[in-house]
């Protein structure tokens, strides 16, 4: 998955409309982080996959470094306690890109993170590209457990005007 998204990043902006659709069903597992930088007008439709995390603890589960335009849709996220991810989906503003990151869209999408398997669901963080941008993003029908920071981190003042639409979020004890 990542060989795919790596031609994308070498694409030029001019090329539209990239979606990686997975097959039905079934599991995915991610050992590392999958990195999508730089990318325009990118779709993964999830089919009711259902991404497992087996990588090193600490790390994001997708990176999303100047991303316009992405649409991730239709699939299930679950990590465990023996490796819990920083967080499930991070969104920051890397260094030198041409691409603005902003409006990308994440929807029917369940996040589990088994008993604490993640710190927070998803992340705007400011990233190398300092405090601007990554704003205009859309969040719909989704379920965010277990997560034992935040559901949902804002970590610089640019990131404005994020929708979130039919969000259930319930953290490990936290609420």
Partial sequence: MQTVLNLRQSAPRTTTGLI???PRGGQCLLTTTLLIDSVYDLALQGNDVEFLWGGPPGVPM?????????R????RVRTTVSAPVSAVFQFENGSGSSVTPTRNIVQFVTIECTNGGCTNGIVMAQGAGGDAN???NFFSHMNIQN??????RIEHAQSKHNFLSHVGCSGNGIG
């Fill in 72 to 75: 991730w849709e239709n699939f």
């Fill in 147 to 152: 997560y034992t920071g935040s559901c949902f």
């Fill in 62 to 70: 997708f990176l999303c470094r100047d991303c316009n335009l992405t």
């Fill in 20 to 22: 990686i659709s997975m």
């Fill in 134 to 136: 990554d704003e205009f």
